[in-house]
């Protein structure tokens, strides 16, 4: 039962940011953006972060050309496994990108919520990485 109350509560929460994203015109995934991705690829996504200078000779890629540079498809997998961090061996060489999956999970652990089990965990990590695709896919370059 505190499991089922858990997930009711863990769902209201995310409803109720939600809620506030969108009063303030934003999505989730234009939050997860902002909150994890300008710093290198810039508002604009196309890699002219404020950071970019002081990178290890890293050049982070224009985000808004991935659907060209896919002919015109957009790589929905491709993008969740390197942001996720599935995508280890990357076309980054070295992985200079953070993994952002794994700093989603680490944010509902660090609640330390025994309620929460693994799964609930990867659901949670697995909707901020969604979102912030779905973000993406939206400022595709036509």
Known sequence: MRAIISVICFSASIIGSMSTLHAQGMTLG???YRNSCVACHGVSGKGDG???D???G???PDLTVLQKNNGY?????AVFEMINGSDV???HGTRDMPIWGTRFRERITD???PDFSPSEIEIYAGTRVLALIE???SIQAQ
Do not use: C, I, R
């Open 30 to 32: 234009e939050f997860e």
């Open 50 to 52: 404020p950071v970019t």
């Open 54 to 56: 002081f990178l290890s």
């Open 58 to 60: 890293a050049v982070p």
């Open 73 to 77: 498809v957009f790589p929905v997998s």
């Open 89 to 91: 061996a990357s076309v």
């Open 111 to 113: 609640v330390d919520d």
């Open 135 to 137: 973000y993406l896919a």
